[in-house]
């Protein structure tokens, strides 16, 4: 549908009910070339008149090579304008992850490691040896770190009563590992319950608790480990099976919009807002978390706001075209000047 003939009244082939002056016209392919008098493009297309209305009411906004503009309640209903309100909003989302049960002897080893440092400091008495072993001891604490435990974790390992084969091989229960993409890491934390089920143990679901999350990203697949015991009491699942996790992240009551009022341009978000039931006004946003079907605002946008939530490409397009109208009216100062001024 042209936004054009529907903005001009004239797509049911009726004339406006009220005269327009026109103070130039464009080309219909190329806002910027324009002529005093009607014309044709090559390919034999009329050049499209400019009303003085439509010039008048621009405004410049934040969002570049967009301008703001009206539409009545007809012309909104015509080309299915909808809208919703900008609100705090309860907002979760799930992860799908692969993973496995964890079966990692090399651990096992960085544990020994870690408390037969931990030991040896605090059985040192020589202040000549200590720093050295306050080194060792912070190397082999961050190995573990870097394999994927928690430091509440490594502070248990420390104990003499601990048994370092619960990180193993764990009685009852089972280690997941799972692969996060990291950029549905936002909101992930640890005491977030998970879900597992295993290809080998058809129609049983597992549920446990992330216990650690690696701080760093795999440079080959863009992922972040995340460390979860999960009860077995059946002990049905062995040690490096593949299974299917599902974790869900509550973002809480955040300022949300619908993902359909989103449009981006290049590396800027912007939505349409609303303005008096009729003005339409581009306003760049900086976008939080995704959540199915919203998108958290972090700002550009109050509650109560009123967002565009579909037809949005006819209206950028009518955006667009009014920014390079208005730009062609505008009269141009000479640098020269400016200088003599």
């Known amino acids: 549908m042209d936004l054009q003939k ?18 130039f016209y464009r080309n219909p392919m190329n806002p910027d070339v324009t002529s005093p008098t009607p014309a044709k493009d090559p390919m034999g297309m009329d050049y499209i008149p400019v009303y003085a209305d439509e010039t008048a ?16 309640q007809d012309r909104q209903q015509l080309i299915g304008v909808t809208t919703a309100k900008v609100e705090i909003r309860s907002i979760s989302y799930e992860i799908r992850a692969d993973g496995k049960v964890a079966f990692d002897p090399e651990l096992f080893t960085a544990i020994e490691e870690y408390r037969q440092a931990a030991q040896s400091r605090s059985q040192m008495t020589d202040e000549n040896l200590s720093q050295q072993s306050d080194d060792l001891l912070a190397s082999s604490r961050t190995k573990l770190k870097l394999m994927g435990l928690g430091d509440a974790q490594i502070r248990t390992l420390g104990s003499r009563a601990a048994n370092p084969m619960n990180l193993l091989l764990p009685k009852g229960n089972f280690w997941v590992y799972a692969e996060v993409y990291e950029y549905e890491m936002a909101g992930l934390k640890s005491g977030q319950e998970i879900e597992v089920q295993a290809p080998s143990v058809p129609g049983e679901t ?12 795999n440079p080959e697949t863009r ?25 869900k ?15 981006h341009s290049g590396d800027q ?6 303005k008096d039931q009729g003005h339409f006004e581009p306003r760049a946003v900086t ?10 605002i972090k700002s550009g946008l109050a509650e109560g706001d009123t967002v565009a939530t579909a037809a949005n490409f006819l209206i950028d397009s009518e955006s667009r075209l009014r920014a390079a109208v208005q730009k062609a009216v505008t009269p141009q100062t000479d640098p020269k000047e400016k200088t003599k001024k």
């Open 6 to 23: 529907v903005e001009d009244g004239t797509s049911d082939g009726s004339n406006s009910s009220k005269e327009r002056k026109i103070i």
């Open 57 to 72: 009411g621009g405004m410049s906004t934040n969002v570049p090579g967009r301008s703001s503009f009206f539409l009545s």
């Open 206 to 217: 597992f549920s446990g608790k992330i216990s650690s999350i690696s701080p760093v990203i």
């Open 223 to 247: 992922t972040v480990r995340v460390r979860a015991m999960v009860p077995d009491p059946k002990q049905l699942l062995r040690p490096d099976s593949f299974v299917n996790v599902k974790i």
């Open 249 to 263: 992240v509550d973002l809480g009551r955040i300022l949300s919009v619908p993902a359909d009022s989103v449009l």
């Open 269 to 274: 978000d912007f939505v349409f807002l609303v």
């Open 287 to 296: 976008l939080g978390a995704k959540a199915k079907d919203l998108y958290e």
